[in-house]
T-cell receptor, first 113, second 112 residues
């Protein structure tokens, strides 16, 4: 059974710090990996999508990497801001017909002003 | 362009009652999904559909039924609600060759 694990479960940092969120998956035969942001009581906002053939994707202060051989992805947030406070979820999509996502349980980030 | 819209946004049910959650997408996507999210956990797949008229079970299908009579709509039904079905439900859609999934804003369901 495919599993996705996120470490740490919670993280608190002072404003301005660079930080890394980790995601690991058990099946290297993934189609892609996606990072989402979820604010309390809200839906999911897609941040970055990395195809299995790619090594990284960047959007503004966010950089996501993918290492299929080790079953790991990281989300790097540069110069964190209080507005970055949210739960970050990673999810992988295996190369199966249904194209459904398998989610980690998330990292709850708090950026202190 | 509304994307993925879920109805209702909130609902409280008594144990044993039934209800239907509606998901509508206007992106002409073939694939649609229902997930549930419980506190401290990621989303888990309940049921999915790869096209109009088709449905299939996901990881946690017990107690739920689904229908996909029209391509743009995916309905999730609870025939006899139980407190264990208290959760936040998310609908998502994507095209077979597109790899980005689009999510609705969620339905918060409480069963008392």
């Amino acid at each position: 059974k495919q599993e996705v694990t996120q470490i740490p479960a919670a993280l608190s940092v002072p404003e301005g710090e660079n930080l890394v969120l980790n995601c690991s998956f058990t099946d290297s035969a993934i189609y892609n990996l996606q990072w989402f942001r979820q604010d309390p009581g809200k839906g999911l906002t897609s941040l970055l999508l990395i195809q299995s053939s790619q090594r990284e994707q960047t959007s503004g202060r966010l950089n996501a990497s993918l290492d299929k051989s080790s079953g790991r992805s990281t989300l790097y947030i540069a110069a964190s801001q209080p507005g970055d406070s949210a739960t970050y979820l990673c999810a992988d999509m295996r190369d199966t017909g249904r194209r459904a996502l398998t989610f980690g349980s998330g990292t709850r980030l708090q950026v202190q002003p | 362009n509304a994307g993925v819209t879920q109805t209702p946004k909130f609902r409280v049910l008594k144990t044993g009652q039934s209800m239907t959650l509606l998901c509508a997408q206007d992106m002409n996507h073939e694939y649609m999904y229902w997930y549930r999210q419980d506190p401290g956990m990621g989303l888990r797949l309940i049921h999915y559909s790869v096209g109009e008229g088709t449905t299939a079970k996901g990881e946690v299908p017990d107690g739920y039924n689904v229908s996909r009579l029209k391509k743009q709509n995916f309905l999730l039904g609870l025939e006899s609600a139980a407190p264990s079905q208290t959760s936040v439900y998310f609908c998502a859609s994507n095209r077979p060759l597109d790899t980005e999934a689009f999510f609705g804003q969620g339905t918060r369901l409480t069963v008392v």
